[in-house]
């Protein structure tokens, strides 16, 4: 008898894709608007763009961007998301850190990656590294100002546990204070992988002949819309599903905290 009510619970149960479509149908609305628009007022029409998605998917050009742009993105993130936890961390746990480092910090956050790139290109040349190091300020920033946050906020009766337990400062930040945090630091990991994906395509677009962003400003040069306008689409569907996949991230691997951050 029991057997069968929790066989027929998980009939009933809804798989992961069902509920994802249930609940998020309706942000395909603004895109189905955005192609009804195009359909009607400019040249270029979805027939072309498929067309023109086709043949880049084709000759494998669209892979090789996507390689390109993620390797950096990815890169930049992943190495800035480890200088701005180590930084979050240690001027949370400090406010006489936190205070002699405050004006530089805000003096340094809203200089654009855009103003530094003479600079970085001259330092290192075109490739992934000046990429990469564009890419940097943009994910420190927001993963420091998270953990910074969430560091800060820690229980007191946490800490308390944790001398109780004998640990030392490094031990206290490992097994106490980084868990209790890790919810608050993945939305800052999210917020910057959005902007290390914005700051790679616009270094491409810009100055790196690499990626899809470099792809975007070839198919303009060449008059060719529809070529543009399929790796424009590319790199939304590229930016929904990685923000996607950390959602789906941060609601395993935090439960029901992870679920509330991830509504943020």
Partial sequence: MADAAIAGA?????????????????????PLLLLAFVEIVMDTGSYQIAVAAYRVVLDGSLLTGTIETLGAALGGLAIGGMIGVVLGVLFGMSRAVDRLMMVTVESIRPIPSAAIIPVVLL????????????????????ILIFTRSAVA????????????????????????????????IFVGFRLSAA????????????VNPQGLGSAIMVSEQKLDPASMYAVVIWLGIIGWGLNAA?????????????????EQ
């Fill in 153 to 184: 906020g820690t229980e007191p009766c946490l800490l308390d546990v944790s001398r109780l337990m004998g640990l030392g400062y490094i031990g206290r930040v490992l097994k106490i204070v980084v868990p209790a945090a890790l919810p608050r």
């Fill in 246 to 262: 950390l959602v789906w991230m941060q609601r395993r691997l935090f439960g029901p905290a992870g679920a509330r951050g991830a």
């Fill in 195 to 206: 902007l290390a994906l914005v700051i790679a395509v616009t270094t491409e677009v810009v």
């Fill in 123 to 142: 330092a290192f040349g075109f490739g992934y590294r000046m990429e990469i190091f564009l890419i940097l300020p943009g994910t420190i920033f927001p």
């Fill in 10 to 30: 998980t009939r009933r149960r809804p798989g992961f894709a069902s509920r994802l479509v249930r609940r998020d149908w309706r942000g395909a609305v603004a």
